[in-house]
């Protein structure tokens, strides 16, 4: 059973750019959650997401972020007009169902604002 | 709102000896779960160790143990035998059962086991 999978592992973008980011859930695992960690933090949440539904985006910055999970295909975290702060690690994290449960993470996509 | 806090920013320990990372947190709620999660020099966030807070007894995964004090809101793991490959960022999480959207993380400690 594979893990999350996310890519790219790294991502390079100049100001002013989109970033595109993308997770594919363990399998069977319907629930999409994005973390960002800054350098020296702690992951900090974004946003869950169900198969094409945003569930909570409290975490997310009102602009020029955006995520969505289709009902076919990865979940893509989107970031539009990229600036030098959105230069982080983005984590996914699966879980098969709502509710307490175990959140399994992604390698992580580490995205540099040049 | 919960929160979670690691104290140790830094912490080393020599191999084969025993460490004990410490982690309190702060909530309403009486029902969640509490994380330890590693990050080694990869990042890649790897689950440690789980406890649902409804369980008294603590949780054990081979070398690894959480002392968990409910009453203290503390959650501490220990980690015994250190192995070299036990270096790594660890983080202490909680997820409630209200807000279980939301994982929320502490800092981090920075653990270096010498050899």
């Known amino acids: 059973n594979a893990g999350v999978m996310q890519n790219p592992r790294h991502l390079v973008r100049r100001r002013g750019q989109e970033a595109r980011l993308r997770c594919s859930p363990m399998?069977?695992?319907?629930?999409v959650y994005w973390y960002r960690q800054l350098p020296e933090e702690g992951l900090k949440f974004m946003v869950y997401?169900?198969?094409?539904?945003?569930?909570?985006e409290s975490g997310m910055p009102k602009e020029r972020f955006s995520a969505e999970f289709p009902k076919e295909g990865p979940s893509i975290l989107r970031i539009q007009q990229v600036v030098r702060g959105d230069s982080a690690a983005y984590f996914c994290?699966?879980?098969?169902?709502?509710?307490?449960?175990?959140?399994?993470f992604g390698p992580g996509t580490r995205l540099t604002v040049l | 709102a919960q929160t979670v806090t690691q104290s140790q920013p830094e912490m080393s320990v020599q191999e084969a000896e025993t460490v004990t990372l410490s982690c309190t947190y702060d909530?309403?709620?009486?029902?969640?779960?509490l994380f330890w999660y590693k990050q080694p020099p990869s990042r890649q966030m790897i689950l440690v160790i789980r406890?649902?807070?409804?369980?008294?007894q603590n949780a054990t995964e081979n070398r690894f143990s959480v002392n968990f004090q409910k009453a203290a809101k503390s959650f501490s793991l220990k980690i015994s035998d250190s192995q070299l490959g036990d270096t790594a960022m660890y983080f202490c999480?909680?997820?409630?059962?209200?807000?279980?959207?939301?994982?929320?993380f502490g800092a981090g400690t920075r653990l270096t086991v010498k050899p």
């Open positions: 999480a909680f997820m409630g059962l209200y807000n279980n959207n939301d994982m929320r």
């Open positions: 406890q649902e807070a409804y369980k008294q």
């Open positions: 399998k069977g695992h319907s629930h």
């Open positions: 997401l169900q198969k094409e539904n945003i569930i909570d």
């Open positions: 909530t309403s709620e009486s029902n969640y779960y």
């Open positions: 994290a699966s879980s098969p169902g709502q509710g307490l449960d175990t959140q399994y």
